[in-house]
């Protein structure tokens, strides 16, 4: 019996790595999600290049200008240009959920992997997320950017606090089926430590449900961004953000219909890049759910 | 059934706590002296200190946070100084409009949703099929604020059909209620929509592979009859679920619609709060809705429940 529960080894996910990748790449919507993505980031880090204008550079005699070939998507009311304003704000847009994501996955790892493996902790922590969740999540995160006052740094911090449970919850009941795998159990009976056992051996194997939940959660964290901005509770102005401008877009809507397209546009293609991602990686990543799903 | 409803009442003991903490806290988050941050930057000292002791917050917190609770059970949300009225009373005030939305939004998400999730199941495979689901992805994209402006530049600005913002009593009549409620319902209830139709058709396509609905089939039942008599009814459990759940996000998520429509409703109350950091109503406006969210969730699970009796065997 010890001799067979050495030999038994966790899987390698790197054996795996060429097919997996290959498999991702074969996934329509992974393709399409990724190339949207990839397109509005390569505009949001070369906008310098790709635009003649700064994103605070005010031009009075042109306010409210229609689209032309000078200005791509219009003016707004200051007669700054829209598209440079829009490339702009996809770096606070982008830059504020991504980092959000990326916390939330952290965090969340962190919570959900301690949880599923000390069962006091469990409760302690689970009814905490569960609390934190039962707040519908816009409304979160108003009453939290109200407590802090409208900041970047805030935005993220009330993101985070938003969905930072829901990835706990995910890691947790992937961690939970790990946790009874064999492997575990012979790990454990070798004498192996709980850090060891946590983070070598069930860590990498809650990744793939925490990349897919932290896909959907960026996707998720643009649209409260842009709603958080759009009420004047997020990324303070003169920062260009995709909401920041819409709310502009709305007082100008009787006379300036490109101050609300422009915007809305680049929010759409952003949130459909990434659950067309979301959907597809959980195609790949995680076969079970999606049996369940169809 | 019992157990099940007192088990789940009992799990909602602590997650109430923790949202009454949550709650309570967001005054004493601000940076500095909630008092004078809410009288601004014109108040005198004297004008702070009234209005610190007004508010208690010159009293030990832990003492605060019983006074608050104890409020709570007395349905004494606190007291407005921006408004001039009890928070209770100002939320009184606003539950009509947003529930008309929000029940507005879910009957356009269900009349529409139902049946393009039944035709996406029963042409499962086909272009009609794939149309439909990448609509309902793309439904699931824009979010509702976003198309609340959309809607209001074209059929507003452009068409001039509907008003572009605004809201009537019900007490005006039923045509000029709805007249200023339906863009907000519809851009509201768009990703609604979208989730009960995806629900609907991946419940929908489970039940067409039994084998009753084969039966009925050799049967020699009409196709319209089988889908719409036989599977739907038994695929109609999930679903119901799902609208149980939607209406509580309909309720949460009218919070920024009706703040571009100018709807008098609890999420508008509470935005507009947030601009004069008029502290006492978003916790109560917050608390308010979140307490509703958790009971209609609660109310879903439980209805689904007593409907299935495979919901409360598999958890307990």
């Given at each position: 019996?010890?001799?067979?529960?050495?030999?038994?080894?966790?899987?390698?996910?790197?054996?795996?790595?060429?097919?997996?990748?290959?498999?991702?790449?074969?996934?329509r919507?992974?393709?399409?999600?990724g190339?949207?993505?990839?397109?509005?980031?390569?505009?949001?880090?070369?906008?310098?290049?790709?635009?003649?204008?700064?994103?605070?550079?005010?031009?009075?005699?042109?306010?409210l200008?229609?689209?032309?070939?000078?200005?791509?998507?219009?003016?707004d009311n200051?007669?700054?240009?829209?598209?440079?304003r829009?490339?702009?704000?996809?770096?606070v847009s982008?830059?504020?959920?991504?980092?959000?994501?990326l916390?939330?996955?952290?965090?969340?790892?962190?919570?959900?992997?301690y949880?599923a493996?000390?069962?006091?902790l469990d409760?302690?922590?689970?009814?905490?997320?569960?609390?934190?969740?039962?707040f519908p999540s816009?409304?979160?995160?108003i009453?939290?950017?109200?407590?802090?006052?409208?900041?970047?740094?805030?935005?993220?911090?009330?993101?985070v606090?938003v969905?930072?449970?829901s990835?706990?919850?995910?890691?947790?009941?992937?961690?939970?089926?790990?946790?009874?795998?064999?492997?575990?159990?012979?790990?454990?009976?070798?004498?192996?430590?709980?850090?060891?056992?946590?983070?070598?051996?069930?860590?990498?194997?809650?990744?793939s449900?925490?990349?897919?939940?932290?896909?959907?959660?960026?996707?998720?964290?643009?649209?409260?961004e842009?709603?958080?901005?759009?009420?004047?509770?997020?990324?303070?102005?003169?920062?260009?953000?995709?909401?920041?401008?819409?709310?502009?877009?709305?007082?100008?809507?009787?006379?300036?219909?490109?101050?609300?397209?422009?915007?809305?546009?680049?929010i759409?293609?952003?949130?459909?890049g990434?659950?067309?991602?979301?959907?597809?990686?959980?195609?790949?990543?995680?076969p079970?759910?999606?049996?369940?799903?169809? | 059934?019992?157990?099940?409803?007192?088990?789940?009442?009992?799990?909602?003991?602590?997650?109430?706590?923790?949202?009454?903490?949550?709650?309570?806290?967001i005054?004493h988050l601000?940076?500095?002296d909630?008092?004078?941050?809410?009288?601004?930057?014109?108040?005198?000292?004297?004008?702070?200190?009234?209005?610190?002791?007004?508010?208690?917050?010159?009293?030990?917190l832990f003492?605060q946070?019983?006074?608050?609770?104890g409020?709570?059970?007395r349905f004494?949300l606190?007291?407005s100084?921006?408004?001039?009225?009890?928070?209770?009373?100002?939320?009184?005030?606003?539950?009509?409009p947003?529930?008309?939305?929000?029940?507005?939004?879910?009957?356009?998400?269900?009349?529409?949703?139902?049946?393009?999730?039944?035709?996406?199941?029963?042409?499962?495979?086909?272009?009609?099929?794939?149309?439909?689901?990448?609509t309902?992805?793309?439904?699931?994209?824009?979010p509702?604020?976003?198309?609340?402006?959309?809607?209001?530049?074209?059929?507003?600005?452009?068409l001039?059909w509907?008003?572009?913002?605004?809201?009537?009593?019900?007490?005006?009549?039923?045509?000029?209620?709805l007249?200023?409620?339906?863009?907000?319902?519809?851009?509201?209830?768009?990703?609604?929509?979208?989730l009960?139709?995806?629900?609907t058709?991946?419940?929908?396509?489970?039940?067409?592979?039994?084998?009753?609905?084969?039966?009925?089939?050799?049967?020699?039942?009409?196709?319209?009859?089988?889908?719409?008599?036989?599977?739907?009814?038994n695929?109609?459990?999930?679903?119901?679920?799902?609208?149980?759940?939607?209406?509580?996000?309909?309720v949460?998520?009218?919070?920024?619609?009706?703040?571009?429509?100018?709807?008098?409703?609890?999420?508008?109350?509470?935005?507009?709060?947030v601009?004069?950091r008029?502290?006492?109503?978003?916790?109560?406006?917050?608390?308010?809705?979140t307490?509703?969210?958790?009971?209609?969730?609660?109310?879903?699970?439980l209805?689904?429940?007593?409907?299935?009796?495979?919901?409360?065997?598999?958890?307990?």
């Amino acid at each position: 019996m010890a001799s067979t529960g050495l030999t038994i080894a966790p899987p390698r996910p790197s054996r795996r790595r060429g097919q997996t990748l290959r498999r991702l790449l074969g996934s329509r919507m992974i393709v399409l999600g990724g190339a949207l993505i990839t397109l509005l980031v390569l505009i949001a880090v070369f906008a310098p290049l790709i635009s003649p204008f700064g994103p605070y550079e005010m031009v009075v005699q042109q306010r409210l200008k229609p689209p032309s070939a000078l200005h791509w998507f219009g003016t707004d009311n200051f007669g700054r240009d829209l598209f440079t304003r829009i490339a702009y704000g996809a770096r606070v847009s982008l830059g504020v959920s991504f980092t959000v994501a990326l916390l939330s996955v952290a965090i969340g790892m962190l919570v959900g992997l301690y949880a599923a493996y000390f069962p006091l902790l469990d409760h302690v922590l689970m009814r905490i997320c569960d609390a934190l969740m039962a707040f519908p999540s816009i409304l979160l995160a108003i009453a939290i950017m109200a407590a802090l006052g409208p900041s970047m740094g805030n935005v993220i911090l009330a993101l985070v606090v938003v969905f930072a449970p829901s990835l706990a919850r995910t890691v947790r009941s992937a961690a939970l089926v790990v946790r009874e795998q064999t492997y575990v159990e012979a790990m454990r009976s070798l004498g192996a430590s709980s850090l060891r056992i946590i983070w070598l051996h069930i860590a990498p194997n809650t990744l793939s449900p925490a990349i897919t939940q932290g896909t959907f959660v960026f996707a998720e964290a643009i649209i409260v961004e842009a709603a958080l901005s759009f009420l004047g509770v997020g990324v303070p102005p003169p920062a260009p953000s995709w909401g920041g401008i819409l709310f502009d877009g709305k007082v100008a809507i009787f006379t300036a219909w490109w101050m609300t397209v422009g915007p809305g546009l680049f929010i759409i293609l952003a949130v459909l890049g990434l659950n067309l991602s979301g959907d597809g990686l959980r195609d790949v990543l995680d076969p079970n759910t999606v049996k369940a799903a169809k | 059934m019992r157990e099940y409803i007192i088990k789940r009442l009992l799990m909602l003991i602590p997650v109430l706590f923790i949202v009454s903490l949550v709650v309570f806290s967001i005054i004493h988050l601000t940076p500095g002296d909630p008092a004078a941050v809410m009288l601004g930057e014109t108040a005198t000292q004297a004008e702070i200190d009234a209005l610190r002791q007004r508010l208690g917050l010159d009293q030990p917190l832990f003492g605060q946070y019983l006074n608050w609770l104890g409020g709570l059970f007395r349905f004494d949300l606190g007291y407005s100084y921006f408004m001039r009225q009890p928070v209770a009373e100002a939320i009184r005030d606003r539950i009509v409009p947003t529930t008309s939305l929000a029940l507005l939004a879910e009957f356009f998400a269900i009349v529409t949703a139902i049946p393009l999730g039944v035709a996406a199941a029963v042409r499962r495979g086909t272009v009609t099929d794939t149309a439909l689901m990448g609509t309902s992805l793309l439904g699931m994209s824009i979010p509702s604020f976003l198309l609340g402006l959309f809607l209001v530049l074209i059929f507003a600005v452009w068409l001039r059909w509907l008003p572009v913002a605004g809201y009537a009593p019900l007490q005006a009549g039923l045509w000029p209620h709805l007249r200023y409620l339906i863009l907000p319902a519809l851009a509201l209830g768009l990703i609604q929509m979208a989730l009960i139709a995806r629900m609907t058709r991946s419940s929908m396509l489970e039940v067409l592979n039994t084998n009753y609905i084969n039966a009925a089939r050799a049967r020699g039942l009409r196709e319209w009859l089988v889908v719409y008599r036989h599977a739907l009814r038994n695929a109609f459990i999930p679903i119901l679920t799902i609208i149980g759940h939607s209406f509580g996000v309909l309720v949460a998520g009218a919070a920024v619609v009706e703040t571009i429509f100018n709807i008098p409703g609890l999420g508008q109350l509470i935005v507009n709060s947030v601009g004069r950091r008029d502290y006492t109503v978003i916790q109560g406006g917050v608390l308010f809705i979140t307490l509703i969210y958790l009971l209609i969730n609660l109310g879903t699970d439980l209805l689904y429940g007593l409907i299935d009796p495979r919901v409360r065997l598999g958890r307990r």
